[in-house]
């Protein structure tokens, strides 16, 4: 579903990505794991479409499409997510509508009819019992003086309500408590899928207890050095990064 | 000399010497009223002729759904016909104190060159002011309903009008000003709203300025506030193709609280100016003010909020915040928060500024599916809204919600949105 080949990308000048190859097969949970600054979140954007990545050379295929090509709403259109690591808070514009314009543009652009507010409504309040999300955030702002935690928890929710054939998470751990963690993760559990690819991104083995991956990818300096499977994350827990970079160069 | 006949003398006097302000004063600085003359001609003042409108027309113009005393004045008179008074003698109109009674007219036309923000607009009002809504509550009267006062422009020339609203001890009113018009040939709106607010009472006034965009526009609003008052503005300014409010609070009382919301939208040539002062006269006066602009095309903002400390203002506690939002890089806002303090012991905030649509927001909205056409409206409207939302009657905000969706360049569904 998902093919990145060599693909080199740049922020401000300075080349950060330096010849990705991933490939994502629906129903797979890829973890891409890495110290800070090696180009994760990097990844997680340019695959959304975020301005100010400039993308030097390779090519991301998503179901037969020029990924790179697209639209940031196009691509959501077509089924990719991300679950951002500091979600905005945009004060005024309610939760609800939010994805009911994100919804039902995409249902337009596939050809379905819209749904109107009480299909929609019907499909919230199960989607949010998923995350444990508290019916009063959903008339609130979006994000507006959530906690960190309630934040990611929303994340998961839209990604829920939305249901996307690939989902970024980026970073989805970081900042929660352990009974948030448990909430979040349970509730991306509860979303896998057959047709549905989970890419998560994160510094940390711990989100690995909670979501089994099935191949852990090693991210060190903008490339991708090792691949594996759970037992890999164990391992980076116990030693760390830098044996992967020797390896690498050896 | 009959008195009232005198008085509209002096009061002409006053403005021949005083003249229209000029660009040459500082809180004129950014708004030029010379169009003015050389549009409507040198005798600028002259009033429009009856109206030609029908309780239909009217009817098409007003806020739906409203439950309120509506009191509708068409090209600066009252139309009896469209107008509903509340029971009693509360209100009169100022068309019948000027037929009837000239003491209480020239106290409803008073004028004073000391009031902040003085300038010569005022002393002609009250030589030229024809009609208006009189309002006198006595103590503790609490009226059942707001009033609705909707006033049409429909064709050219001037409109003069003057509105008092005289609230007792411990009364209480909502009153609501909405300005429209039709009028495809140039005119003048101007309107002055004189408030005395007595111990302990509270006065809720929403001005909404919708008019068409050939009208020019000058309104002002003094409120004179007692003890332990309370007073709750909301100035909305859409329309017209140039707009000056000038808004004085004097909290003369201690305790006294006022609230000041605006929200200006100018877009492709249109000119608002809002010029407040709040002046703090006595103890443990509270002050609130919170100004948004969206400014597109080639469209001109002014903000002016000045906020004076007098000496003795002990436990004063101010806060201001203007914020401006620029859709255009040829749009302009001249904004200017300015304090004057002159006691100690005082608690006083201001913020202002100016910007653009936020990045991390479109990307997020766009991330979920939503246009970038799209996004861009959400944010905007959202932007706008937040003033808007402290509009207690729900009909109310709905219109002036929509009217200001209306402006917004993007061309999204407004129902769908507003929900």
């Not at chain 1, 639209?71 to 679950?83: D, I, K, M, S, T």
């Not at chain 1, 596939?110 to 949010?128: C, I, N, P, T, Y």
């Not at chain 2, 016909?81 to 109109?93: D, E, I, N, R």
């Not at chain 2, 400390?309 to 201001?320: E, L, R, W």
Request: proline share 3%.
């Amino acid at each position: 579903m998902l093919k990145i080949e060599n693909l080199h990308a740049s922020v401000d000048g300075k080349k950060i990505l330096k010849g990705i190859n991933l490939t994502v097969k629906p129903g797979e949970v890829h973890a891409i794991m890495g110290p800070n600054g090696s180009g994760k979140s990097t990844l997680s954007n340019v695959i959304a479409g975020r301005d100010g990545y400039e993308v030097t050379a390779g090519s991301i295929s998503f179901h037969g499409q020029d990924l790179l090509a697209m639209e940031p709403e196009e691509r959501a259109w077509a089924g990719v997510f991300l679950a951002f690591q500091y979600p905005v808070e945009i004060p005024g514009v309610n939760n609800v509508y939010l994805l009911k314009a994100g919804l039902n543009a995409r249902r337009k652009h596939q050809g379905l009819e819209e749904l109107d507010a009480m299909e929609f409504m019907q499909l919230v309040r199960e989607k949010a019992k998923l995350v444990e999300l508290d019916q009063a955030f959903l008339s609130r702002g979006v994000n507006e003086g959530f906690s960190g935690g309630e934040k990611k928890r929303n994340e998961i929710f839209q990604m829920a309500v939305l249901e996307p054939s690939l989902a970024i998470l980026d970073e989805t751990d970081s900042g929660l408590d352990i009974d948030a963690l448990r909430v979040v993760a349970g509730g991306v559990n509860k979303l896998r899928a057959a047709d549905r690819a989970v890419v998560m991104v994160t510094h940390y083995q711990r989100l690995l207890d909670y979501i089994e991956p099935d191949l852990v990818h090693v991210l060190v300096d903008g490339r991708i050095l090792k691949t594996g499977d759970r037992k890999l994350a164990l391992e980076l827990e116990k030693r760390g990064y830098d044996w992967v970079r020797e390896e690498a160069h050896a | 000399m009959p008195k009232l006949a005198e008085f509209r003398k002096g009061a002409w006097g006053a403005f021949e010497q005083a003249g229209l302000p000029t660009t040459r004063q500082e809180e004129w600085k950014y708004t030029s009223l010379a169009r003015i003359s050389s549009t409507l001609g040198e005798t600028w003042w002259t009033a429009a002729e009856p109206t030609g409108l029908t309780t239909d027309d009217i009817d098409a113009l007003a806020i739906p759904d409203l439950d309120a005393w509506r009191i509708v004045f068409a090209d600066g008179r009252l139309v009896s016909s469209a107008s509903s008074l509340p029971a009693g003698a509360a209100l009169t109109p100022l068309s019948e104190l000027l037929a009837t009674n000239g003491e209480q007219a020239v106290k409803a036309l008073a004028w004073d060159a000391d009031a902040p923000l003085f300038n010569g607009a005022l002393a002609a009002n009250s030589a030229l002011a024809e009609d208006g809504v009189c309002l006198c509550l006595a103590d503790g009267v609490k009226l059942d309903k707001p009033i609705y006062v909707l006033h049409i422009a429909s064709q050219s020339g001037a409109s003069h009008l003057r509105h008092g609203l005289w609230l007792g001890k411990e009364a209480c009113a909502h009153v609501i000003e909405h300005y429209a018009g039709v009028n495809e040939e140039p005119g003048l709106t101007h309107a002055v709203t004189l408030v005395h607010l007595g111990d302990a009472a509270q006065l809720t006034h929403d001005r909404l300025q919708d008019e068409s965009l050939k009208q020019f526009h000058l309104g002002r609003l003094d409120v004179w506030q007692g003890r332990d008052s309370n007073f709750t503005s909301h100035a909305i300014a859409l329309g017209a193709s140039l707009a000056r409010l000038d808004i004085a609070v004097d909290l003369a009382g201690p305790g006294a609280a006022c609230k000041l919301d605006g929200l200006y939208m100018p877009t492709g040539r249109q000119h608002s100016d809002h010029h407040t002062q709040i002046d703090h006269r006595a103890p443990h006066c509270t002050s609130r003010e919170h100004y948004r602009g969206v400014l597109d095309d080639r469209a001109h903002g002014v903000f002016n909020g000045k906020v004076v400390v007098h000496k003795g203002a002990s436990g004063t506690d101010s806060a201001q915040k203007n914020a401006n939002l620029l859709l255009s890089d040829k749009a302009e806002i001249d904004a200017k928060p300015e304090l004057v303090i002159h006691h100690d012991d005082v608690k006083a905030a201001h913020g202002c500024t100016i910007g653009q649509l936020d990045d991390k927001q479109l990307f997020y909205l766009k991330s979920r599916g939503i246009s970038a056409e799209e996004a861009r409206q959400m944010l905007t409207f959202a932007f706008a809204d937040e003033v808007l939302t402290g509009i207690s009657l729900p009909a109310l905000r709905r219109f002036i919600e929509k009217a200001a969706f209306s402006k917004l360049p993007f061309g999204t569904d407004a129902e769908a949105m507003l929900g």
